[in-house]
């Protein structure tokens, strides 16, 4: 945001003011005009300079076409003469031809420096009435609640000197959000409303006082969806709303993001027993998460469609992570990993794969966390392996096992899987010399591999992760066409039944917030 600022100020000093107009209006308009007090003045200067240069042209055009009209009208006087004649029709002269043929033309260029004036014109009347509802309304909300952050930031900051009185600071910022919070219900600025309790939450949750930060989450779930109880009501809102389409028409973008943000906070945050809450939070995330992809063409709508489907380049141009206070692309990644543990762990393993997608490209897009890109790999693995699409899963892995230092690409021709007996693959790897060994060569799996790109973890194969995905790789062996398909259906059940727990509880680590 600051740099789209110092670029709208640059644009200024060099007098680029076409150029500033399409910037400022474009980054006020993605931004939802984080820094209007400050864009807003400079662009309707701009404007009012592109339209004086149009009035300007105009009178430039209108005096020199009423001049050559007056010099014309001025010499023919002068050749008229003053004996009587006939009235009859006569032709026109080459030279009075000549003079309507260029009258003509500077007509025309009067008439269109008219249109460019009444277009400018009629854009600085649009910019100026932006900026008059920016500062009556947007304006204010956004400085209170500028206000009530930079009281946080203040109060970390003395924090860390030992200098602040917690006892007496904390009613005051709990105060100042309070205030925030009632102005913006009263503008109907959801997503700020949805924003500022937010940051009063994640105040409540730094100072220790879990309890009443889950409270402030799930009121802010409820104002950015416009309903109470939100757990019990989303289904209804979302029919409502026309479905995954709707919603996003409905959220924008940038809501839809932030309420996932806040779903994984309400999610880490919930009561074990509150199974039921947890699970509709859970489920809300995963249409949330495909509901952000329905208006693009080239992303399956169907969440089976998204086994198999990776994101590239989703963002482009828009950056939702330009104020990290309302989104933050490393607290949307730890939400997105509750979602979609928590659908896992509930046995909707299908609806998570929206949610997957959507936490790999930022795993491997945004924030390049190897760690997080290789977990949410094997997260996604696993899930599809418990709903029987053992080839998607082992193609979801293609790439996070480095086996024999090379990187390992699943094909062949489709066959039947089978999956040892929980236990069988450690006495194959002690008879064959380890785990690395037992899982190479990844061309002999003899599955088909369904493209997706290769990832390149560059762990050590010691680590943790890679030693999961070896452990996971080397149980799985192909039969010919053929087999036993109960057979492998039993010990695929077994295996699976053995290793999801180990590693669910190796890649589970808490979930902790800012």
């Given at each position: 945001?600051?740099?789209?600022?110092?670029?709208?100020?640059?644009?200024?000093?060099?007098?680029q003011?076409p150029?500033?107009?399409?910037?400022?209006s474009?980054?006020?308009?993605?931004s939802?005009?984080?820094?209007?007090s400050?864009?807003?003045?400079?662009?309707?200067?701009?404007?009012s300079?592109i339209r004086h240069?149009?009035?300007?042209?105009?009178?430039?055009?209108q005096?020199t076409?009423k001049?050559?009209?007056?010099?014309w009208?001025?010499?023919?006087?002068?050749?008229?003469?003053?004996?009587?004649?006939?009235?009859?029709?006569k032709e026109?002269?080459?030279e009075?031809?000549?003079?309507?043929r260029r009258?003509?033309?500077?007509t025309?260029g009067?008439?269109?420096a008219t249109?460019?004036?009444?277009?400018?014109?009629?854009?600085?009347?649009?910019?100026?009435?932006?900026?008059?509802?920016?500062?009556?309304?947007?304006?204010v909300?956004?400085?209170?609640?500028i206000?009530?952050?930079?009281?946080?930031?203040?109060?970390?900051?003395?924090?860390?000197?030992?200098l602040v009185?917690?006892?007496?600071?904390?009613p005051?910022?709990?105060k100042?959000?309070?205030q925030?919070?009632?102005?913006?219900r009263e503008?109907?600025a959801?997503?700020?409303l949805g924003?500022?309790l937010?940051?009063?939450?994640?105040?409540h949750?730094?100072?220790g006082?879990h309890?009443?930060?889950?409270?402030?989450?799930?009121?802010?779930?409820?104002?950015?969806?416009n309903?109470?109880?939100?757990?019990?009501?989303?289904?209804?809102l979302?029919?409502?709303?026309?479905?995954k389409?709707?919603?996003?028409k409905?959220?924008?973008?940038?809501?839809?993001l932030?309420?996932?943000q806040i779903?994984?906070?309400v999610?880490?945050?919930a009561?074990?027993a509150?199974l039921?809450?947890?699970?509709?939070?859970?489920?809300?995330g995963?249409?949330?998460?495909?509901?952000l992809?329905s208006?693009?063409a080239?992303?399956p709508q169907d969440?089976h469609?998204?086994?198999?489907?990776?994101?590239k380049?989703?963002?482009g141009e828009?950056?939702?992570?330009?104020?990290?206070r309302t989104?933050?692309?490393?607290?949307l990644?730890?939400?997105?990993f509750?979602i979609?543990?928590?659908l896992i762990?509930?046995?909707?393993?299908?609806?998570?794969?929206g949610?997957?997608?959507l936490?790999?490209?930022?795993?491997d897009?945004k924030?390049?966390?190897?760690d997080?890109?290789v977990?949410?790999r094997?997260?996604k693995g696993?899930?599809?392996?418990?709903?029987?699409?053992m080839?998607?899963a082992?193609?979801?892995l293609?790439?996070?096992v480095?086996?024999?230092?090379?990187?390992?690409?699943?094909?062949?021709?489709k066959?039947a899987?089978?999956?040892r007996?929980?236990?069988?693959?450690?006495?194959?790897?002690?008879e064959?010399?380890?785990?690395?060994?037992?899982?190479?060569p990844?061309?002999?799996?003899?599955v088909?591999?369904?493209g997706l790109?290769?990832?390149?973890?560059?762990?050590?194969p010691?680590h943790?992760?890679?030693?999961?995905?070896?452990?996971?790789i080397?149980?799985?062996e192909?039969?010919a066409?053929g087999?036993d398909?109960?057979?492998?259906?039993?010990?695929a059940?077994a295996t699976?039944?053995?290793l999801?727990?180990?590693?669910?509880e190796?890649l589970?680590?808490g979930?902790k917030f800012?």
């Amino acid at each position: 945001a600051k740099l789209l600022v110092f670029l709208v100020q640059a644009l200024g000093v060099s007098k680029q003011w076409p150029r500033l107009v399409e910037v400022g209006s474009r980054f006020n308009a993605v931004s939802y005009n984080v820094a209007g007090s400050t864009v807003f003045p400079l662009v309707l200067h701009a404007q009012s300079e592109i339209r004086h240069d149009a009035h300007a042209a105009l009178d430039k055009k209108q005096h020199t076409l009423k001049a050559y009209v007056h010099a014309w009208e001025e010499e023919q006087s002068k050749k008229r003469k003053r004996k009587m004649r006939v009235v009859r029709e006569k032709e026109l002269t080459p030279e009075e031809k000549a003079f309507e043929r260029r009258r003509d033309m500077m007509t025309k260029g009067v008439e269109e420096a008219t249109q460019e004036f009444e277009l400018q014109s009629h854009r600085h009347d649009q910019l100026s009435r932006a900026f008059e509802r920016f500062r009556n309304s947007n304006s204010v909300a956004i400085e209170a609640l500028i206000g009530s952050r930079l009281l946080v930031e203040e109060f970390c900051r003395d924090f860390e000197k030992g200098l602040v009185d917690v006892a007496a600071s904390v009613p005051v910022i709990v105060k100042s959000y309070t205030q925030t919070v009632a102005l913006l219900r009263e503008r109907q600025a959801n997503y700020l409303l949805g924003a500022a309790l937010q940051d009063l939450a994640d105040f409540h949750y730094s100072i220790g006082d879990h309890d009443q930060a889950i409270h402030v989450y799930i009121e802010g779930m409820e104002a950015l969806l416009n309903t109470v109880e939100f757990y019990k009501t989303w289904r209804t809102l979302y029919v409502d709303k026309g479905g995954k389409g709707g919603m996003l028409k409905w959220l924008g973008r940038e809501g839809i993001l932030l309420a996932l943000q806040i779903l994984g906070k309400v999610l880490a945050l919930a009561p074990d027993a509150d199974l039921p809450r947890q699970l509709e939070c859970a489920l809300l995330g995963s249409v949330l998460a495909s509901a952000l992809f329905s208006a693009h063409a080239g992303i399956p709508q169907d969440d089976h469609a998204l086994a198999t489907f990776e994101l590239k380049d989703f963002f482009g141009e828009w950056e939702p992570f330009h104020d990290a206070r309302t989104l933050s692309a490393g607290a949307l990644q730890k939400s997105l990993f509750a979602i979609g543990r928590h659908l896992i762990a509930n046995d909707y393993q299908v609806e998570s794969m929206g949610v997957f997608v959507l936490l790999q490209y930022l795993c491997d897009d945004k924030i390049l966390d190897v760690d997080a890109a290789v977990t949410c790999r094997v997260l996604k693995g696993v899930a599809l392996s418990e709903i029987g699409r053992m080839a998607e899963a082992v193609s979801v892995l293609a790439g996070v096992v480095r086996a024999g230092g090379e990187l390992g690409l699943l094909c062949g021709a489709k066959r039947a899987i089978r999956i040892r007996p929980a236990g069988a693959e450690e006495q194959e790897q002690e008879e064959e010399g380890g785990a690395a060994k037992a899982a190479a060569p990844m061309e002999h799996l003899g599955v088909p591999f369904y493209g997706l790109a290769p990832f390149f973890n560059h762990l050590p194969p010691e680590h943790a992760l890679n030693q999961a995905c070896l452990m996971w790789i080397g149980a799985i062996e192909t039969d010919a066409p053929g087999a036993d398909a109960e057979a492998d259906d039993a010990a695929a059940a077994a295996t699976t039944a053995a290793l999801v727990p180990q590693l669910s509880e190796r890649l589970s680590p808490g979930v902790k917030f800012q």
